[in-house]
């Protein structure tokens, strides 16, 4: 990503504030993406169509924008449905984790506080940091206990 940004700001930046328009060839370029890659991106809604048609298309700013969002969410893990999700306004805020589907992959965090007690998260989701998780788990036993030994009032 962070060639990306560099990249695409040295060489955007003058573009930009001459309020350039660009080719196909040149938004491809511009956004290290292969041609057919954009043209897929609009063909699924992702990016908006260029301004034109046939030869005189041509993409703006905002379509370099908009590319450099998409490969930065990619970047960050969501996938191309995930982010067309998002575009469309399906979720407000912050990113929420998506929704789980078969065959989705994840890593949990399981504490066995005694026999029969037992807590479960997943850190992504629950958006902790791993010394966040270490915190929560201590606080949990020392919870249980505090519970356990009778000491109720708090």
Known sequence: MRQLTGTVILSYI???QNGKSFTLDEIATLTELPRRTVRYYIQLGLLNRPV???KGAHYTSEHVE??????KWQLA????ERIAEVLKGECSGALPPA?????TV?????????DGVEVILEPGRAT??????????RAVALEFERIRNGDEER
């Open 106 to 114: 994840e890593v949990w965090s399981h504490m066995v506080v005694t």
């Open 128 to 137: 902790l940091s791993p010394e966040q998780v270490r915190v929560f788990f």
């Open 66 to 71: 908009q590319l450099i969002l998409i490969r």
């Open 52 to 54: 034109g048609y046939g």
């Open 14 to 16: 003058g573009d930009v």
């Open 99 to 103: 929704p789980r589907r078969a065959g």
């Open 77 to 80: 893990g969501l996938s191309l």
